[in-house]
T-cell receptor, first 116, second 111 residues
């Protein structure tokens, strides 16, 4: 069965600095998608970035970028020039077929604190 | 604008009561999902539906029920059999490649 692991329950970063959140996953599938979601104090889940497994190029969205290592099953999120508004829970998610059904599996999240 | 609407935002339930959480989407997505989130924890899948009139249990379905009579709607009923229903509930819909679109959630509290 597919699993998603976020080994950092909490991270801190100084404003304007760079931080990397880790995510590893396990799957035997070759075709899938990976996502990072942000959940601020409002609790609204916001899609930050997505990566298609068949694309070797790492996805980038403004200050957010990923380091996708398919062989190592690693999908880390790098936030550059951190801002106070980046403080939130971040969830890594895998989207692919699980027991014949397309489902999304979430990690347990990393709480990011941004220090002024 | 397309999106998912969850209502109510806050819900209070007395012991032994059934309550229903609403989830409506106008994105024309086939798949819809219900998740439960407890403080400091990730999302746990309750039920999901890939198509109208069909749904499957997720990881923590006990004490919950759903229906999918229309493509747009996927209500969740928290029954009296759910012993610890206080949590934050998130509804989502999806297309395969583009991930979830989430609703804004319902906070359920037992009083």
């Amino acid at each position: 069965a597919q699993t998603v692991t976020q080994s950092q329950p909490e991270m801190s970063v100084q404003e304007a600095e760079t931080v990397t959140l880790s995510c590893t996953y396990d799957t035997s599938e070759s075709d899938y998608y990976l996502f990072w979601y942000k959940q601020p104090p409002s609790r609204q889940m916001i899609l930050v970035i997505r990566q298609e497994a068949y694309k070797q190029q790492n996805a980038t969205e403004n200050r957010f970028s990923v380091n996708f290592q398919k062989a190592a099953k690693s999908f880390s999120l790098k936030i550059s020039d951190s801002q106070l508004g980046d403080a939130a829970m971040y969830f890594c998610a895998y989207g692919g077929f699980t027991s014949g059904t397309y489902k999304y599996i979430f990690g347990t999240g990393t709480r990011l604190k941004v220090l002024a | 604008d397309g999106g998912i609407t969850q209502s109510p935002k806050y819900l209070f339930r007395k012991e032994g009561q059934n309550v229903t959480l609403s989830c409506e989407q106008n994105l024309n997505h086939d798949a819809m999902y219900w998740y439960r989130q407890d403080p400091g924890q990730g999302l746990r899948l309750i039920y999901y539906s890939q198509i109208v009139n069909d749904f499957q249990k997720g990881d923590i379905a006990e004490g919950y029920s759903v229906s999918r009579e229309k493509k747009e709607s996927f209500p969740l009923t928290v029954t009296s059999a759910q012993k610890n229903p206080t949590a934050f509930y998130l509804c989502a819909s999806s297309t395969t490649a583009y991930g979830y679109t989430f609703g804004s959630g319902t906070r359920l509290t037992v009083v």
